[in-house]
């Protein structure tokens, strides 16, 4: 990695205040705790998944301080340990080092950016009428703490194992944190596959575009023309426990009953419009992610946005996207489909590759938040 663009010490400046981090933990009930040793108390009944179908108790170790506010257990702890705790754990330590730092520096700005208020807020939800239900999963306050433990912010459950090959991906850009031209932290957003272009902020969340966060052509992800064993070496680096034949999700097909999508409108949205007549798209970004869809039912309609919320409409969890096409086949939709998440900032399927031939972490940043620099 190149290190002339960093501070002298290439640590985040003291001034800003962001030593520390306060995280808010679920917890099944009143916490139940018990010292362990300085600085490291045992979580008994810590919520994971909460409101999702995983959502499970665990016992978890926090290192760092301890505090009861409001009914709410914050866990205040260096932003180093914290992504140590978050990144470490989910790093597939076989993936390539430089793709690691990236990743290392990517999570810390998120973090950071959260801790200096750098990112937009806004509330979920945003339009809520009769025929229109716009919303985004993301920023909504959290208040007397800077990020939750579950997966709405990232996911942390205190201390983990974590690979040297992490661990050393963290300690070596230890500090090292991505700015745009203003000197604002970069809001480092990031998905599994942006499906050969990425994707506006603005189609995914609030109505603002942000200068490091723009759609443009992504030669890496697409793995079709490289020998199978390359392409699985790309994607052992950022997929754990998943079915490698299907390719990642650069392309892909579904079917969809029009009964599930009338369920999943009822169950997770609270709205009934009678039996599903069609779908159709409103707004799409620029990498083709809907950002607006228009159902029609035998009893009315409505207009979802954003993407996710459709994605979440269309699948009993997640859709791989929303850039898709859709077929009308009677009973059931069959949907044709461009890449895996939301497609803003990073791609990691084309970030693995890059690693893979040759590129530094420094290189692949520049490539993925154009107009960005590290400090
Ligand atoms: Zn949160
Ligand atoms: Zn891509």
Redesign the pocket.
């Known amino acids: 990695m190149k290190h002339d663009s960093y501070d002298n010490n290439g640590r985040i400046p003291q001034k800003d205040g962001v030593e520390e981090i306060s995280v808010g933990i679920y917890t099944a009930g009143i916490p139940r705790l018990r010292h362990i040793a300085e600085g490291l108390t045992l979580l008994e009944n810590m919520l994971i998944g909460k409101d999702f179908h995983w959502q499970r108790q665990l016992e978890a170790l926090l290192p760092g301080r301890i505090e009861i506010k409001d009914g709410m257990l914050i866990n205040h702890l260096p932003v180093e340990k914290y992504l140590e705790c978050v990144v470490g754990s989910e790093m597939n330590p076989a993936a390539p080092p430089e793709f690691l730092k990236a990743h290392a520096i990517i999570s810390r700005s998120w973090a950071v950016g959260k801790i200096l208020g750098c990112h937009p807020e806004g509330d979920d939800g945003k339009y809520d009428t009769l025929s229109t239900l716009i919303g985004w999963d993301d920023t909504s306050a ?1 208040i007397g703490f800077h ?2 433990s ?1 997966d ?2 990232q996911r942390y459950q205190g201390v983990q194992p974590v690979s040297p090959e992490a661990l050393e991906a963290i300690r070596s850009t230890q500090g090292i944190v991505l700015r745009d031209d203003s000197g604002k932290i970069v809001d480092a957003r990031f998905s599994k596959c942006c499906g050969g272009k990425t994707e506006m902020f603005s189609t995914c969340w609030q109505d603002v575009d942000m200068s490091c966060l723009k759609s443009f052509d992504d030669p890496w992800c697409d793995l079709s023309n490289l020998p199978s064993a390359r392409r699985e070496d790309v994607l052992n680096s950022i997929l754990k426990d998943y079915d490698l034949s299907t390719g990642g999700g650069y392309r892909w097909t579904a079917t969809v009953s029009k009964e599930s999508v009338r369920q999943n409108l009822l169950n997770k949205f609270g709205r009934d419009i009678g039996e599903i007549v069609s779908l159709r798209a409103l707004e799409r970004g620029p990498s083709g992610r809907i950002s607006l869809l228009h159902i029609k039912g035998s009893g009315g309609s409505l207009d979802l946005g954003k993407e996710l919320w459709i994605r979440r409409l269309l699948s009993s969890t997640h859709l791989y996207s929303s850039a898709f096409d859709i077929e009308d086949k009677g009973s059931y939709l069959k949907l044709t489909g461009r890449g895996w998440g939301h497609g803003v900032g990073l791609c990691q399927t084309g970030a693995a590759r890059m690693a893979l031939e040759g590129a530094d972490a420094a290189d692949i940043l520049r490539f993925y938040y154009p107009g960005s620099h590290l400090s």
């Open positions: 959290h990020v939750c579950d709405h912010c």
